[in-house]
C-alpha cells in the first residue's frame, strides 16, 4: 500500500479536479481506510465487478 500516496499525488499533480479511483486486491476493511486516507476519491477491489466499476464510475459523475 506504500506506493498509493506517490501514485495519488502524481495524478492529482497532472489534473487536479480528476477524481481517481484506487482498484487493488487488498479487501480488508483496514486496507480501504489506507487507500483513502492517502487521498484516493473511490475504492474498488479485485476481481472487478462490471457492475461495481459501472456503480462507482456513475457515482462519479452524479455529484460533478
Not at 15 to 30: C, G, L, N, R, Y
Request: hydrophobic share 40%; no cysteine; aromatic share 12%.
Amino acid at each position: 500500500l506504500s506506493v498509493y500516496p506517490r501514485f495519488y499525488k502524481l495524478l492529482k499533480k497532472i489534473k487536479p479536479d480528476i477524481p481517481v479511483i484506487a482498484q487493488t486486491a487488498f479487501a480488508m476493511s483496514e486496507d480501504k481506510n489506507k487507500v483513502l486516507a492517502a487521498g484516493f476519491d473511490y475504492y474498488i477491489t479485485k476481481p472487478v465487478l462490471k457492475e461495481k466499476l459501472y456503480s462507482t464510475i456513475n457515482g462519479i459523475l452524479e455529484n460533478k
